[in-house]
């Protein structure tokens, strides 16, 4: 049955974002969905020569999406941070390498704008 879900919130979500992130659970209010997303614990490309540990999560943003059959959708996203062993820094992906060279719509663009927007400092 997992599967079944899995196939369709690929068809509902943009292909990068099930890649990374795994749909934790859902709330339907009346007119309004809200889907909550955790990034899975994959270690970014560009770290993978480091020792890296997961070190949890930034606190949760929202980023409202396209409607989804005349219901508001609002996507709740957590993103993973990690400690570089080696530097004892936090490091985490970064978007705007992930879709370099990609083919991305301009609302997925725009998303991703979106999502850089709550960059951690």
Same mark, same amino acid.
């Given at each position: 049955m997992q599967d079944c879900y899995s196939e369709l919130i690929k068809l509902l979500l943009p292909e990068i974002i099930v890649e990374y992130f795994e749909l934790t659970s859902y709330k339907k209010e009346g007119e309004v969905l809200h889907l909550y997303l955790k990034e899975i614990n994959s270690i970014p490309k560009e770290y993978r020569q480091y020792k890296l540990s997961s070190k949890g999560f930034f606190d949760e943003i929202t980023v409202q999406d396209f409607p989804i059959r005349g219901h508001q959708v609002y996507l709740h996203i957590t993103r993973r941070r !990690? $400690? @570089?062993?080696?530097? %004892?820094?936090?490091?985490?992906? @970064? !978007?705007? $390498?992930?879709?370099? %060279?990609?083919?991305?719509?301009?609302e997925f663009a725009s998303f991703l704008k979106e999502i850089n927007r709550f960059q951690p400092k």
């Open positions: !990690w $400690l @570089n062993e080696d530097t %004892g820094k936090v490091v985490f992906r @970064n !978007w705007n $390498l992930v879709a370099d %060279g990609t083919r991305v719509t301009q």
